[in-house]
């Protein structure tokens, strides 16, 4: 089912809930099979027999306990500190007018004088609670799940979404010892060793649980696993605490949530116990919503009864949607953006079908199947089956950058103005590579190089994603400094090298990979990039060719490289560091000579590649070859492959023009220069280019390729056949393949197109 509606863009909650309605009695029931003369039964008695269905229930509510816990520990409650102001005043008005609108009609309907709608309208305050709060973790998976997690919207959202969750736990906890006080005795009359019980949970888990947790993470070596023995610990107290709020009269998840926030989020003790409690999401949360589908009967619903629950919810829905909308516009968030805020904080999931679920097992059995509790499910699921697919639609988080004028290496080099790259690293193995070029790149007091350092880092183990600005006056832990500190010593010490011409500005941002690019592309837009330089490694380079048993990183990073590509406001290079280069210092020698080879086709990119190299020429150990490639007829309109938009007729003549232009260029410096070297190979097909391509596969330190070309169609041709991944062009699949045997670094340059 979820294979078919995914299609339109719908989460799996929907057809989860929706398979349970599917098998409930409502459905089944009216087919029997007799087992006997004298009894039948329905079909769905085999499917979940009353005992097994009991058993199900079970492992429902310890499902549901578990996965508190790890909402609790995905949480971050410092990302407030950062939030600022607005997402406070924001998230309270939303949740204030949800509530309040909904508990207004709610009261007025309970006025009515109707016998038969008595037991419906005392679970108003129900229906007002399931569709009135804001749920974070439920929002920051549907965020994930729609990739606009760390957009713009996302961000707002995400703070939002925390905030109001917080104000909800204040107001829940507050209502509970409110009514202790008020009722004294007679509803929360508890034994001085359940108080004791309480208060011993709070204390284990603030100052047991907590400094035990920290001294955890401080001495797990970084990329070590943490012991399972503390993984165990951890999950006995988590039935612990549970069956301790329970006993003090408490929700049972009060006390595991409370010690899911004591557990330091993301790695290693977060992500290790978001690891473990995989199976609770992947087969038991699952049953869980489907049991709740399950236990829905339409037979139970009227008119009478249908619009007066619709008429709460969708006062708490207007209510969420105006108390969002009227705040943010006043503080100066786009109508639209603040539009779906509104949808986005009534976006439901598993936290409010536990509730549901919660609130049908304390029914007794003739209220088991109650009118309300259908509606509210099916609405639920109308909710979000309409709110997902509209934001996804309404939303594109790539519409800032395409906007965007953009830069390039070439307007840069026109400009004389500084020259900005945005580098991307995922390990410190990609870091020699990367400052062998800034450093050939030959930065000057007229043009000077101003580095975005951004380290990459999945989300693990947390719900919010982080952008960390660093300083490079910030002190290292000594004793186990960190992967994002280790790699900013070293750009540390390379800019204290060149002082007054290269300036580096270090950054790490902690988001999941489908939507990682957001953040590039944000900072490439806000830091006026000319140049994004992405690491890059091919899946099949240890894998002997089979693209198909890459691993969970490599695909990762080829689809991050992929919406990189789509999205980008400026130039991409993507680098692949060759062999020998590996165990090489991060600085060639003074004096050695670095040897740099561009290959020039033709075309924006080329241009780009040559524009880059044209930088370096007039670095003294620095040896800059072009090697020009041209076919045995002149170009013509007839020749050309158009790879970047069929529907697009290119000029070839103004192509043409820019080539000669850029290429002439370089051609009047090696006059002066014995360091510059220009070449023209005539090549007839596909073949020659490869031979002549793969000729030089050892003559370099550095070769400069655009990442696709326009040029005669003969001397490209075959070239589908080379491009294995795309994200690296025909020219660029060809150089970087393990066949090629390349030695040195190869940068694949990628210019944003504008028509």
Not at 255 to 264: D, Y
Not at 347 to 356: F, T
Not at 742 to 751: D, N, T, Y
């Amino acid at each position: 089912m979820h294979m078919a509606l995914s299609r339109f863009h719908q989460p799996l909650l929907v057809s989860q809930i929706l398979g349970g309605i599917l098998v409930s009695p409502w459905v089944l029931s009216s087919r029997s099979i007799k087992l006997s003369s004298q009894s039948t039964v329905g079909i769905n008695y085999f499917i979940f027999p009353r005992d097994g269905l009991q058993v199900v229930d079970m492992l429902a509510h310890f499902s549901s306990m578990f996965f508190i816990f790890k909402v609790g520990v995905q949480m971050d409650p410092k990302i407030l500190k950062r939030a600022g102001r607005r997402p406070f005043i924001i998230g309270f008005f939303c949740m204030a007018c949800s509530y309040v609108s909904g508990l207004q009609i709610a009261d007025r309907l309970r006025n009515e004088d109707m016998p038969a709608l008595k037991l419906l309208l005392k679970s108003s305050g129900r229906v007002v609670d399931v569709f009135g709060m804001v749920s974070f973790p439920v929002i920051a998976y549907v965020l994930d799940d729609l990739k606009i997690l760390n957009s713009d919207l996302g961000n707002s959202a995400i703070h939002i979404a925390m905030v109001a969750d917080f104000l909800q736990m204040g107001l829940k906890f507050w209502s509970i010892f409110r009514q202790i006080i008020r009722n004294g005795k007679q509803a929360y009359s508890l034994p001085a060793v359940l108080i004791l019980l309480g208060i011993g949970m709070v204390i284990y888990i603030f100052f047991i649980v907590r400094p035990t947790a920290l001294w955890i993470v401080k001495n797990t070596p970084e990329g070590r696993p943490v012991d399972d023995i503390y993984i165990t610990w951890i999950m006995i107290s988590v039935l612990l605490c549970g069956l301790a709020s329970e006993y003090c009269g408490l929700n049972g998840t009060v006390g595991v949530f409370l010690l899911g926030l004591a557990i330091p989020d993301g790695p290693p003790l977060g992500s290790a116990l978001v690891k473990k409690l995989r199976i609770v999401s992947v087969f038991f949360m699952p049953l869980h919503m489907g049991i709740v589908g399950y236990k829905t009967d339409i037979h139970k619903v009227t008119f009478v009864y249908v619009w007066r629950v619709l008429l709460i919810i969708l006062s708490c829905i207007l209510g969420k949607i105006i108390g969002l909308f009227i705040p943010a516009v006043l503080l100066g968030v786009s109508p639209l953006d603040s539009f779906l805020l509104g949808l986005i904080m009534n976006i439901k999931g598993i936290v409010e079908v536990s509730r549901l679920n919660t609130w049908l097992d304390s029914l007794n059995t003739k209220e088991f199947f109650t009118a309300s509790n259908t509606i509210m499910v099916l609405s639920l699921v109308v909710l979000v089956a309409v709110i997902t697919p509209a934001v996804k639609y309404l939303y594109d988080p790539s519409s800032k950058y395409l906007t965007y004028k953009g830069r390039s290496i070439l307007q840069s080099n026109k400009n004389n103005s500084d020259f900005r790259v945005l580098v991307c690293v995922h390990t410190q193995d990609d870091v020699p590579g990367i400052i062998r070029i800034i450093k050939a790149s030959n930065p000057t007091e007229l043009h000077p190089l101003t580095i975005y350092l951004l380290h990459l880092v999945e989300l693990v183990g947390r719900a919010s994603p982080l952008l960390i600005s660093h300083t490079l006056k910030e002190r290292a832990s000594t004793s186990n400094p960190t992967k994002s500190e280790r790699i900013i010593n070293v750009f540390k010490q390379f800019q204290n090298r060149f002082q007054n011409l290269i300036t580096v500005h270090p950054f790490t941002t902690i988001s999941p990979y489908a939507s990682m690019h957001n953040d590039i592309c944000t900072m490439s837009v806000d830091k006026r990039a000319a140049l994004v330089i992405f690491p890059f490694c091919r899946p099949d380079a240890s894998l002997g060719g089979d693209l198909d048993r890459s691993n969970i990183s490599n695909r990762a990073m080829k689809t991050l490289l992929q919406n990189l590509l789509q999205n980008t406001p400026c130039s991409v290079g993507i680098l692949m560091d060759g062999s020998n280069l590996q165990t090489k210092s991060t600085f060639f020698l003074p004096d050695t000579p670095y040897r740099v080879v561009v290959l020039f086709f033709g075309g924006p990119d080329d241009r780009e590649a040559l524009a880059f190299a044209m930088n370096m020429i007039h670095h003294p150990y620095v040896f800059v070859t072009l090697v020009r490639f041209y076919g045995p007829a002149s170009l013509s309109s007839d020749g050309v492959i158009d790879y970047y938009n069929e529907s697009v007729r290119i000029d070839i003549e103004r192509h043409m023009f820019l080539d000669d232009e850029l290429v002439d260029h370089f051609r009047v410096n090696t006059m002066h220069d014995e360091t510059l070297i220009y070449k023209e190979v005539e090549v007839k097909d596909g073949a020659d280019t490869i031979w002549a391509v793969r000729s030089l596969h050892q003559d370099f330190d550095l070769m400069l390729v655009g990442r696709q070309q326009i040029a005669d169609s003969k001397i490209i041709s075959g070239n589908a056949n080379w491009d294995e991944c795309g994200e690296l062009g025909a020219i660029g699949e060809l150089v970087t393949s393990p066949d090629y045997g390349a030695e040195g670094s190869i940068l694949i340059i990628h210019r944003r197109w504008r028509y």
